[in-house]
C-alpha cells in the first residue's frame, strides 16, 4: 500500500482506540443554493472530537464545523475542509428544576431542551423560528428568537462553556472567567474553538400556552409602529410582512403579538405543560404533513406566491375577528416546523432552493430603508416569498448582527436563470443597509461581500477578532465556506 493510500485510509481513533468510519457527503446549507462535497466527521464524545483534531492537525486539514445545518447558507459549509459534524454530542447532562438551568453537550437539539424543560416548567429563553439547531449551533450565530428586544439573544442565557481549541486544549469560559472570548466565541461562527458543553439557563413558565392575539397593519409603517409601542406590553412580536404588495400597501401584513400567562391564569397547568399538548398536528386539512410541501411546489413562482400572500393578508382578518386566543408555546415558536421540509416546493436540484436576507436597521432608519428594499426587489422582479419583521436591541458580543432597531428577513427563490442576477441584487441591497447604518445575520447570509463585511461592525471588533483567531488557531484549522467569502483574512 502506498503511503498516499495508507494516510487516506487513516482513520482517528475512537475512545476505545476503534478506528472511526469516515464518509464523503454533500453537505448543504439549510437553503440548498449553496453546498460542497466533503468529507465528513462525527465524534460523539469530546474523546473522539480530541482524536479527530489531532488527526486533522497530523493531516493539515482544514475543518468546518457543523450542528443540525440549519443556517440558510454557507456557514456550515464547508470550503476545501473537512466537515466536522457536533450534532451527535448531544447528551442533557443536568438541569436544575429549582433554577432551570440546563448543563449539556453542545449537539443538544432546542428541540431536545424544550422537551426536557417544559414538563419540570421552564422554556427556552430564545429559540429560533425552528427547533432543530444545535445549542452549540446556535451559539456560534448567537441567535435571537420572536423577543430578541426583551430579552436579547441566546449569548445573553448562556452563563458559561466549555470550548475546545484546535491543539485539543479545553477552556472554561464564562464572564468571569476569559470574558473576553467568552463575547467572542458566542457569535464567533465557529472560527475560534469548538463548543462542547454550554450551561444556559432557561425561562419560568407557569403554563403550557401563551395569550396571542394577530393584528393587521396596512403598510410597513403601521407595523413599525406598533412594534415599538407595544413592546413594552408583550413577551413575544413579530410580523409577517406580504412583499408582493405596492404602493400605499407596501410592507402590509399580519402582527402576532403574544404573552406569557401569570401564576394561576392557566386553570390546567399540569396538562398544558405536557408534551402531549405541544406536538404539532401530523396533518393539515386531511394531508399528511410530509406531504404538503408537493402541493406547496405548485405555487412556488411569482404569480403563485402573489396569491397565496394575498389570501394570507385577507384571510388574517378573521384571525384578527377573533381576537386573543391561546396557542401552545411550540405550536406559536415553531410555525415553520409545521411543514415538514416546505423548503423542498423551491426545488432541489440544480443550483434551485432559496436564500434569505435578513436586513438589521437602526430605528430612526428602518421605515425608509425597508421601504426602498421592498420597492427595489419589485423593481428588479425579484420578489421575496416571504418576508418578517423583527424588533431588536443592541447586545455586548463582539460580531453581534442586532442593533436597536429592526430585522426584516427575505426570502429570495434561488433558480438557475435568476442565480446572478439575485447575488448583484442582494449586494445593491446590501450596500443600501450598510448606508442607513444596518448590519447583517451570517446565520441567514450568502451573499455578503468582503468589503461590505468590513463596513458593518463597530470600529475594532473585527480587529480583536482577527487576533484571537491568531491566538487560539494560529494554523487557521476552522475554516467555512462563509469565513472565506466574507473574511478570507481568517482562513
Ligand atoms: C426555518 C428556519 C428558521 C430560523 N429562524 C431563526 C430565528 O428566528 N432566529 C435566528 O437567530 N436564527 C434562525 N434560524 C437560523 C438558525 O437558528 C441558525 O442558523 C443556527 O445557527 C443553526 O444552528 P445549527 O445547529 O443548525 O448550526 P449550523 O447551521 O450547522 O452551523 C452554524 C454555525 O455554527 C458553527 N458551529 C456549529 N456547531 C458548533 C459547535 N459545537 N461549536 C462551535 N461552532 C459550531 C458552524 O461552524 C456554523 O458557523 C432559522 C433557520 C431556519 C432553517
Not at 447528551?91 to 436544575?96: E, H, M, T, V
Amino acid at each position: 500500500m502506498s503511503e498516499a493510500l495508507r494516510q487516506l485510509l487513516a482513520l482517528p481513533p475512537r475512545a476505545d482506540g476503534t478506528p472511526r468510519q469516515r464518509a464523503c457527503q454533500h453537505m448543504e446549507g439549510w437553503g440548498m443554493a449553496v453546498g460542497a462535497t466533503a468529507r465528513i466527521w462525527r465524534p460523539e464524545t469530546p474523546q473522539e472530537l480530541r482524536a479527530t483534531l489531532a488527526d486533522a492537525r497530523a493531516r493539515s486539514v482544514q475543518l468546518t464545523q457543523r450542528g443540525g445545518g440549519n443556517s440558510y447558507g454557507d456557514a456550515a459549509v464547508p470550503a476545501g475542509s473537512e466537515v466536522l459534524d457536533l450534532s451527535r454530542m448531544s447528551r442533557i447532562l443536568a438541569f436544575d428544576g429549582t433554577s432551570g438551568l440546563a448543563d449539556c453537550e453542545s449537539g443538544v437539539t432546542i428541540e431536545q431542551l424544550w422537551r426536557h424543560a417544559l414538563p419540570l416548567g421552564y422554556w427556552p429563553k430564545v429559540v429560533s423560528g425552528t427547533m432543530f439547531p444545535t445549542l452549540g449551533g446556535a451559539a456560534a450565530m448567537n441567535i435571537h428568537g420572536k423577543n430578541n428586544f426583551a430579552v436579547g439573544t441566546i449569548g445573553e442565557a448562556i452563563r458559561s462553556f466549555e470550548l475546545m481549541l484546535a491543539d485539543g486544549r479545553v477552556l472554561e469560559v464564562s464572564r468571569e472567567q476569559n470574558a473576553e472570548l467568552f463575547h467572542a466565541a458566542i457569535g464567533g461562527f465557529g472560527m475560534l474553538g469548538v463548543f462542547t458543553r454550554i450551561r444556559i439557563a432557561t425561562q419560568r413558565v407557569h403554563s403550557g400556552d401563551l395569550w396571542v392575539r394577530g393584528v393587521r397593519h396596512g403598510r410597513i409603517e403601521e407595523a413599525l409602529d406598533f412594534l415599538e409601542r407595544e413592546q413594552v406590553n408583550s413577551d413575544y412580536l413579530v410580523a409577517w410582512i406580504d412583499g408582493f404588495a405596492t404602493g400605499s400597501a407596501l410592507g402590509r401584513g399580519l402582527i402576532h403579538q403574544a404573552r406569557y400567562l401569570v401564576p394561576g391564569e392557566d386553570e390546567h397547568p399540569i396538562a398544558t405543560l405536557t408534551l402531549a399538548h405541544q406536538d404539532l398536528p401530523r396533518s393539515i386539512l386531511g394531508v399528511p404533513k410530509s406531504e404538503v410541501w408537493r402541493a406547496l411546489r405548485l405555487f412556488n413562482h411569482a404569480p403563485g406566491m402573489r396569491l397565496i400572500n394575498a389570501v394570507k393578508f385577507h384571510a388574517s382578518a378573521l384571525e384578527v375577528w377573533q381576537g386573543p386566543r391561546r396557542q401552545a408555546h411550540a405550536a406559536f415558536a415553531f410555525l415553520l416546523d409545521y411543514v415538514p421540509n416546505w423548503k423542498w416546493a423551491y426545488g432541489r436540484h440544480e443550483e434551485r432552493g432559496l436564500i434569505q436576507f435578513q436586513a438589521f436597521v437602526p430605528r430612526a432608519q428602518a421605515a425608509e430603508c425597508f421601504r426602498a428594499l421592498l420597492e427595489c426587489s419589485q423593481a428588479a422582479s425579484l420578489v421575496p416569498f416571504l418576508g418578517v419583521l423583527k424588533r431588536h436591541r443592541p447586545d455586548p458580543f463582539l460580531l453581534t448582527h442586532a442593533v436597536d432597531g429592526y430585522s426584516l428577513a427575505l426570502d429570495f427563490k434561488v433558480e438557475p436563470r435568476t442565480r446572478a442576477a439575485l447575488w448583484e441584487h442582494c449586494g445593491r441591497l446590501a450596500d443600501c443597509v450598510l448606508d442607513a447604518g444596518g448590519r447583517f445575520y451570517f446565520a441567514k447570509d450568502a451573499t455578503l461581500r468582503a468589503d461590505q463585511v468590513q463596513r458593518m461592525f463597530p470600529p475594532g471588533n473585527l480587529e480583536r477578532f482577527a487576533e484571537l483567531k491568531r491566538q487560539l488557531d494560529p494554523q487557521r484549522r476552522f475554516v467555512s465556506a462563509l469565513s472565506r467569502r466574507v473574511l478570507p483574512e481568517l482562513a
